[in-house]
């Protein structure tokens, strides 16, 4: 089946400096990419939807700014975690979507912020 | 926002024992599909059910799907303790955008 990494699985970083995250699909090409959040114990909410060369859509109440995301190519996006806080601590989740609509996830990042 | 709600949250039961979650949803949708998540884990496709197939199974896995309730659930017969994970159902609804909608989940332990 269809791959995506995600890098790196773990980060941790102090309050106020800014993470990114990179998603890749190793084997397909991606016409739309998802940012997912995870909190302990609850499930997956949907940051935003990317598509190859134009601005994220993101979901009500995620703020844009804090959250930049870049779909660069076919086959990767990043997110990047701008002046991480403490409560931004999270496992975050990307998705790739084939052009056939089939979706595969990453195996997730896990964001501490000290 | 969610679109699912699933039920149980939280399910504790003897190995060999079957295990059933629910799902419900609140629109129309093209599929539902489950999910496992192991603890600090990506997910893991398990099944897909079209929104015209009313049962399909996979290995232990039975999932059924009753659109005019809006309810789905999912069956692992002869749970083992490799079981133990959450388990998510995700609705892809075409109103919005065929995105993946997923539930609450429930967080299923087998005990050995």
């Known amino acids: 089946g269809a791959v995506v990494s995600q890098h790196p699985s773990r980060v941790i970083c102090k309050s106020g400096t800014s993470v990114k995250i990179e998603c890749r699909s190793l084997d397909f090409q991606a016409t739309t990419m998802f940012w997912y959040r995870q909190f302990p114990k609850q499930s997956l909410m949907l940051m935003a939807t990317s598509n190859e060369g134009s601005k994220a859509t993101y979901e009500q109440g995620v703020e844009k700014d804090k959250f930049l995301i870049n779909h660069a190519s076919l086959t990767l996006s990043t997110l990047t975690v701008t002046s991480a806080h403490p409560e931004d601590s999270s496992f975050y989740i990307c998705s790739a979507r084939t052009a056939n609509g089939e979706q595969y996830f990453g195996p997730g990042t896990r964001l501490t912020v000290t | 926002s969610q679109q699912g709600e699933e039920d149980p949250q939280a399910l504790s039961i003897q190995e060999g024992e079957n295990a059933t979650m629910n799902c419900s949803y609140k629109?129309?949708?093209?599929?539902l599909q489950w999910y496992r998540q192991n603890s600090g884990r990506g997910l893991v496709h398990l099944i897909l059910?079209?929104?015209?197939?009313r049962e399909k199974h996979s290995g232990r896995l039975r999932v059924t799907l009753d659109t005019s309730k809006k309810s789905s659930s999912l069956l692992i017969t002869a749970s083992r303790a490799a079981d133990t994970a959450s388990y998510f159902c995700?609705?892809?609804?075409?109103?919005?955008?065929?995105?993946?909608?997923f539930g609450g989940g429930t967080r299923l332990m087998v005990k050995p």
């Open positions: 995700a609705t892809r609804t075409e109103n919005a955008g065929n995105m993946l909608t």
């Open positions: 629109t129309s949708i093209n599929n």
């Open positions: 059910i079209r929104s015209n197939e």
